[in-house]
């Protein structure tokens, strides 16, 4: 039994910026264009910039990996397995590298991310090339973006300050004087495999100093030393690694946070796989359908309607084409001079049913279209 509508609404009822606006779903994007049913990004507060004396405070959403503090310490071990406590030192508020003791790396682990790293070479210059304030930051410990005081000390390009090691050299050379705190803040996202295959490369942006000096780069494998890296599988997550190269590189306010799953790994930011998209849609019409359920007379026939644009029920349209024909019927029984009392009703039905036929949620042969169209232009507001 289809339901009674009873349509006892004013104009200010019916949600002025409503849903038939933007393109609808399709196969493999779950959301409208300007999708007021997408979620809302949450509120995190930013943090506060750094300068050369003191660290910035990182996002409200970041875990912190080292703050300056002692008891940050306790969030990294040696680079050994088993793990043994780290030999890198507290010292002024930097985490420094005692040379000789060997990589560390952070007890948590993590995957796609954005990271925040400070660094700072030795103020006093020695050595030059390689042999110059290097050491290096591992994502997940499987591939690195140099660390590197190339100040006035050239090196192989693919190996400076900011490359993704042995693959790709930066866009250019923003690295402040020998001594100073360089910044890095860095976007990874890891390689996706499925059945063997490669889905996506994984790719990292990175910025020194504020400067862009990798764009998207892909990983082509992660790089390495001396030979030329090929894609390859690697885990979900793993932990951050700071390289002893042997020299007292410094680090500070060291921080990440996690990244929305990318569409090709089962999250819904972007185009997804037809099977994806369309579970997600019937995911969102059900919610829509729901939500229906709790409301009366025209917000719950806009809502009806807008859930069919995720995903068909031959209910919720029998349902919906009898609330439009029931709603048409009263403006026929509405005195000619109290149309313009319901035009902001009217004007906001024939937006939806105009939408509703132009994609075809409604069948060609439901006439209501044309019926309101005439409504429409016998009170002179035709657009």
Not at 34 to 59: C, I, W, Y
Not at 221 to 235: E, F, I, V
Not at 271 to 292: D, F, L, N, V
Request: proline fraction near 8%.
């Amino acid at each position: 039994m289809l339901p009674i509508y009873v349509f006892a609404f004013t104009a200010s009822a019916v949600l002025a910026d409503g849903p038939f606006y933007g393109d609808p779903p399709d196969a493999t994007h779950p959301w409208a264009i300007h999708d007021m049913n997408r979620p809302q990004p949450p509120l995190v507060k930013p943090g506060t910039f750094s300068s050369q004396e003191q660290p910035g405070q990182a996002p409200s959403d970041a875990i912190i990996l080292f703050d300056g503090t002692p008891a940050t310490l306790a969030k990294w071990e040696s680079d050994k397995n088993p793990p043994v406590p780290t030999q890198w030192v507290v010292k002024d508020g930097t985490l420094q590298c005692v040379p000789g003791s060997g990589f560390i790396r952070s007890k948590e682990e993590f995957g796609d991310c954005q990271l925040h790293v400070e660094w700072a070479a030795p103020t006093k210059v020695e050595g030059d090339g390689q042999g110059r304030g290097n050491s290096g930051i591992f994502l997940m410990g499987e591939t690195e973006i140099q660390v590197l005081d190339n100040y006035n000390n050239p090196t192989y390009p693919d190996g400076a300050a900011g490359a993704l090691y042995g693959v790709n050299p930066p866009h250019a050379n923003a690295l402040r004087t020998s001594g100073q705190w360089q910044i890095y803040d860095i976007i990874f996202r890891r390689p996706i495999w499925k059945d063997g295959k490669l889905l996506d490369s994984g790719r990292y942006t990175v910025m020194l100093n504020g400067v862009v000096i990798q764009d998207a780069t892909p990983l082509e494998g992660g790089g390495g030393h001396k030979a030329r890296s090929h894609d390859r599988s690697m885990p979900d997550k793993g932990p951050l690694k700071l390289q002893d190269h042997g020299n007292p590189v410094r680090y500070r306010n060291i921080w990440y946070r996690l990244l929305p799953a990318r569409a090709v790994d089962g999250g819904d930011m972007g185009a997804m796989p037809p099977e994806a998209a369309s579970a997600k849609k019937q995911q969102i019409a059900a919610g829509i359908r729901e939500a229906a359920a709790k409301l009366q007379g025209l917000a719950k026939l806009r809502r009806q309607m807008e859930s069919l644009c995720y995903a068909p029920d031959a209910a919720t349209l029998a349902a919906s084409q009898a609330g439009v024909t029931a709603w048409i019927a009263t403006l026929k029984q509405t005195p000619a001079g109290d149309m313009n009392a319901k035009k902001s009703e009217i004007m906001q039905m024939h937006e939806a049913v105009d939408y509703m036929t132009h994609f075809k949620f409604f069948p060609a042969e439901f006439t209501a279209r044309a019926q309101i169209d005439s409504i429409v232009e016998a009170n002179g507001w035709k657009k």
